[in-house]
């Protein structure tokens, strides 16, 4: 059994009173996540980097860490091992940056209104993580 620890972000804008939550479209098992990579222990990488920079490698996007979500937890396996899997979710606002210019890892990056990030999400433990963000997010600033 291994154990994996990643971190990544429920990056959010706001506009013309709207909210908008960055996705993206894995391309290996076509789900749509939020981003998310392996927190790189080798160089110490906190979580907060780790997060920071998978948003922007998968997505394009520069995020500003607002505020730290509970930890997720979930089994997995990958060529036939069992995998325990923890991952370190942050609230981000979007800064800058160009969704187009998202690596390999996903095949689309799109921003979706809030109202229709649960029909979009495709993992249950994605969904719960963005129901407990979306009422801290709607208490953020613009």
């Known amino acids: 059994m291994k154990f994996e620890f990643s971190a990544g972000g429920v990056v959010y804008k706001k506009e013309k009173n709207k909210l908008f939550v960055l996705l993206a479209k894995h391309s290996y098992h076509k789900g749509w996540v939020f981003p998310k990579g392996l927190i790189d222990r080798d160089k110490k990488e906190s979580k907060e980097d ?49 969704i187009t210019d998202h690596d390999f890892e996903m095949e689309e990056v799109e921003w979706v209104e809030s109202e ?27």
């Open 50 to 98: 780790a997060a920071l920079r998978e948003v922007k490698e998968e997505t394009g996007a520069l995020g500003q860490i607002q505020e730290a979500l509970e930890p997720t937890t979930f089994w997995y396996a990958w060529d036939g091992e069992r995998r325990k899997k923890t991952v370190y979710y942050f609230i981000m606002k979007y800064i800058g940056g160009d």
């Open 116 to 142: 229709r990030v649960l029909e979009t999400l495709t993992h249950k433990g994605e969904k719960d993580i963005f129901k407990k963000a979306l009422p801290q997010i709607e208490k953020l600033p613009n």
